[in-house]
């Protein structure tokens, strides 16, 4: 069955992150302990930080959010709700290797 063009589709954001070895426990509080305000954004589904492989350098990880659409992850991303859940405080400096990669991903089946 295709979806008409009218339909919301599941939609999915991940920021994926290289974090620096050493500093994988302060970045996990540091999601952990942070107040995201994503319940209160209409179209939320659900949000997962999930660790992923380990390099000599860094260990991969992923933010990664469920929206009931493309247009309500963009109308988070315009929010006041977003603006207080990235002015809070930060990982210490030496944490990131290099900015996160922001993916983006309808669904299409």
Do not use: C
Request: charged share 30%; no cysteine.
């Amino acid at each position: 069955m295709d979806m008409q063009k009218n339909e919301t589709r599941t939609f999915i954001a991940m920021n994926r992150f290289r974090i620096a070895r050493g500093f994988e426990a302060d970045f996990e509080t540091l999601w952990r302990e942070r107040d995201s305000y994503l319940s209160e954004v209409p179209g939320f589904q659900s949000f997962a930080l999930l660790k992923g492989t380990e390099a000599e350098d860094h260990v991969l990880y992923a933010s990664h959010t469920i929206w009931e659409s493309r247009a309500a992850f963009e109308a988070w991303t315009q929010s006041e709700h977003f603006r207080k859940a990235h002015a809070q405080r930060s990982a210490p400096k030496g944490t990131y290797l290099g900015h996160p990669d922001l993916e983006l991903f309808e669904a299409v089946v």
